[in-house]
């Protein structure tokens, strides 16, 4: 079975994990050397956001060379160690692969900006449509009698995959990094890439409906993207081991996912993270994570609250997580979710993203100074309980998820596929996985007796999950 399936997978936001050199921003070193403590957590791999050079104008997003390091970040060679260690400590690597548009540092652009004949690898037109920037505005800049088509910033535009040259290219950028040993990539907004043909005009043109409501929309989540995938899933399929394809996926419908699934392996579900603490909401948008093969569980990530402010506390947070965790699927972490870390108010004079998600990209809480930086932090240090503060402590968050991470890695091996919802009073719920495992969890503050007798439990505690194991 491939080692991703029902893997944990820890996202690392690589300038807020941990520095190495005192310049007050993480690096590839500095992540090198806390990769014991991610052992520890029983996590399988790590994703590391974009870490190539960049101006940082959308947080690495915006890749000028993907190809290789930011000096910030390290070099080549750091890379390759980060790699060797985390394999030898049985950790696997996946990195951020960013497709859809490169930043306008990139030397393709700064050609097509002076030679109007060197333009075909992004998308010119002399008259723009409709289409609106997921950044808000228009998804054109006029440059001169041409404009040139970003959905997001201005600073990102989007690279035409309709260009051969363009897709010989990332096939090299894919190779290059599987040569060095990574396992996989995690493609952001892999629902971008390609374009309805002729460019038409949106019916719909607010911004927020063109990215979650694909079906709607010429520029999002256009079926003829899978046609790169599947010239990447050959790619892939061409290394040893199972190197994962992971996209970044909005949609709006689960049967609009697992389209992607066919040559990715596993596609990103929002479905939790746009979803109130509410059983029946709850429910329902895990219903519509299980539709798509090989689900993914994730409640948080660099671009969005943080989920015990999002959910309305951390043991909300953690009740959550517990009772997603015992179902089949892999599991992403984002950074920080271990201590049950709220967001953080940034004051605007400090602020370091231009689109307002610093509040969850503040710098790792490693001991009570800190321990991020030598230097002075590029974000505030957030408010909360470090990793040295809770460590030992039974009843701490890092010890809740240590102990749940490490008894899943255990059970894994009895357990199958298979979930049948169990029936329960308003407020709960239990599914329980083939295998012998049921999953409670109570946002009651009452005492919940199951309907089959099996446990009674609750008793006035706070909001959380039990599993139940089958002798
Ligand atoms: C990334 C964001 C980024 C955007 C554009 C996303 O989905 O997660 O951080 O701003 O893609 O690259
Ligand atoms: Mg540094």
């Given amino acids: 079975m491939a080692w991703w399936r029902d893997a944990v997978v820890y996202e690392i936001y690589v300038r807020a994990f941990q520095d190495s050199d005192g310049d007050g921003v993480g690096d590839l070193d500095g992540i090198r050397s806390r990769l014991p403590y991610l052992q520890a957590l029983c996590v399988d791999a790590i994703w590391l956001t974009p870490f190539y050079p960049s101006p940082m104008r ?14 910030l970040f390290g070099d080549l060679d750091g890379f390759d160690r980060l790699v060797a260690d985390a394999h030898r400590l049985g950790l696997k690597v996946i990195v951020d692969l960013v497709p859809n548009h490169t930043s306008d540092q990139h030397p393709w652009f700064q050609e097509a900006l002076r030679n109007r004949a060197a333009r075909r690898r992004y998308v010119f037109a002399e008259t723009p449509n409709n ?3 997921f950044r ?3 998804a054109w800049t006029r440059v001169d009698e041409e404009a040139y088509l970003h959905l997001f910033a201005p600073e990102q535009p989007d690279l035409n995959w ?12 894919l190779r290059f990094w599987l040569d060095r040993g990574v396992d996989g990539f995690r493609i952001d907004v892999a629902h971008g890439l390609l374009k309805a043909e002729g460019l038409p005009d949106d019916e719909d043109v607010s911004a927020l409906t063109q990215l979650v409501c694909d079906r709607y929309s010429h520029s999002w989540g256009q079926p003829e993207v899978c046609s790169v995938y599947r010239r990447w899933r050959a790619i892939a399929d061409s290394f040893d081991g199972d190197r994962l394809l992971l996209g970044e996926v909005y949609a709006v419908h689960p049967a609009d996912l697992v389209r992607y699934t066919e040559s990715l392996d596993q596609v990103f579900n929002f479905f939790l993270l746009q979803t109130s603490f509410d059983t029946v909401l709850l429910r329902s948008a895990i219903d519509a ?53 709220y967001d953080t108010d940034v004051p605007r004079e400090l602020a370091v993203d231009p689109f307002g998600r610093d509040r969850s990209r503040t710098p790792m809480l490693w001991d009570a100074d800190g321990g991020f930086t030598t230097g002075t932090p590029f974000l505030p240090l957030g408010a909360g309980q470090s ?19 490490r008894l899943r890695r255990e059970l894994l091996s009895r357990l199958g596929r298979e979930v049948t919802w169990r029936d329960t009073p308003p407020g709960v719920l239990a599914v329980a996985r083939e295998g012998g495992l049921v999953a409670v969890l109570n946002t009651t503050s009452a005492a919940v007796p199951l309907p089959d007798g099996e446990v009674l439990w609750g008793d006035g505690g706070p909001v959380s999950t039990t599993w139940l194991l089958a002798p």
């Fill in 58 to 71: 959308d947080g690495g997003y915006d890749v000028s060379d993907p190809c290789d390091v930011d000096p």
């Fill in 131 to 133: 289409w609106l920037s």
């Fill in 136 to 138: 808000g505005g228009s």
């Fill in 162 to 173: 309709r260009d051969p040259e363009v897709n010989d290219a990332y096939d090299d950028v």
């Fill in 289 to 341: 994570a299980l539709v798509v093969p090989n689900p993914t569980w994730t409640l948080s990530n660099h671009d969005l609250s943080r989920q015990a402010s999002r959910l309305g506390g951390a043991d909300r947070a953690l009740a959550l997580s517990a009772f997603l965790w015992a179902l089949p699927g892999s599991v992403y972490v984002y950074q920080g979710e271990e201590l049950g870390l």
């Fill in 387 to 405: 990793v040295a503060e809770q460590e030992g402590d039974a009843g701490s968050a890092l010890e809740a998820y240590r102990a749940l991470l």
